[in-house]
Nanobody
């Protein structure tokens, strides 16, 4: 019922910036919170940030606070993740996901997000 497609990944030098985009269905923006997660090679998937369906609240993992910004443009059915001051260890596949507004639990739990995009590769080099 909800489809998500990420874009904007690529190769960036350490200290540089990238903006990721997540294109979602209208329902995702109306009844779902949208989150960003990342998974580095050989590691578990980590929570990065989430924005509520209304766009009035945002949540960030501690390791990205002050550097990353999540935002949404409901008119365009888009959610963005602006990433600044990128570090080598942040090389990963970044995915957006949709979580029903009726689901309880921490926003950082991947299991609470029912719909996922295919992911976009972000590679940070020295």
């Amino acid at each position: 019922q909800v489809q998500l497609v990420e874009s904007g990944g690529g190769l960036v030098q350490a200290g540089g910036s990238l903006r990721l985009s997540c294109a979602a269905s209208g329902r995702a923006f109306g009844s779902y919170h949208i989150g960003w997660f990342r998974q580095a090679p050989g590691k578990e998937r980590d929570f990065v940030a989430t924005i509520t369906w209304s766009g009035s609240e945002t949540y960030y993992a501690d390791f990205v606070k002050g550097r990353f910004t999540i935002s949404r443009d409901s008119a365009k059915n888009m959610v963005y993740l602006q990433m600044n001051s990128l570090k080598n260890e942040e090389t990963a596949v970044y995915s957006c996901a949709a979580r029903s507004i009726y689901v309880s639990g921490t926003y950082g739990g991947p299991g609470t997000y029912a719909y996922w995009g295919q992911g976009t590769q972000v590679t940070v080099s020295s």
